[in-house]
DNA sequence: TTAAAATCTTCTATTAAATAGAAGAAAAAG
DNA sequence: CTTTTTCTTCTATTTAATAGAAGATTTTAA
């Protein structure tokens, strides 16, 4: 299997940690806030889009009406298929960085 | 600054672990291992000399004479500005990958 | 001493991913 | 009903990854 992206892990990981809060809007913020840098946004859609193609996140609609204003929101989720690429390329990383100088891995 | 890209990423780190034996052929060979995949030629030399042209490595000449057949090798040692870049992005993955489930980082 | 083989890098083309933001759709608020 | 908000779709451009042929340099072998 072909490595995980750089971008496709951070929104595959962000997908993960907003659990069932996960979509295009709230994806874009989180990351901007975790990295303090601007995001345009075909740099999350675009992902979120190849990611759901290669079945690693699958979409779901929301509940039909919900508060604020707004189009309908299209949720995702990770798959089985998604975690298992989370995992493989974690195993690289602890290779590749083990020994490392600095602050270690949570 | 950018963040590392997830070839730059492993290049550097490659360099890094190679120490005083880092050049093209040999980082190809660590990385095949490490990953027990394919890389093409071009897979590694094109980021060598991306990663070269923003100062993240330098190129030094090795011993004009060294044993076995082959060109003059260009080896490679990371840069102050490369080890910036890998704590950057070890500093993001620490926050990104916290909670996930499996095997911790090393 | 030349030819062949080995090791290594340069070069360039192609494919894939990242980045940017305008435009439009849908719902709530005024 | 018009405006404002929230959210996504679409598409163009830039940047990175991938591939491997070709060429350079050195050793080995004939």
Known sequence: ??????????????????????????????ISE?????????SIYVPLE?????????????????????RRIRYYRITTKGMEALSEIRKLQNSLWEGFPGPAAS
């Open 1 to 30: 299997m072909k490595l995980l992206s750089r971008q496709e892990e951070i929104v595959l990981l962000s997908i993960w940690k907003l659990g069932d809060n996960a979509y295009g809007v709230s994806v874009r913020e989180f």
């Open 34 to 42: 975790l990295t303090d840098k601007y995001w345009s946004i075909g």
């Open 50 to 70: 190849r990611l759901t193609e290669k079945s690693m996140i699958e979409a779901y609609q929301g509940e039909p009406s919900m508060k604020r204003g707004g």
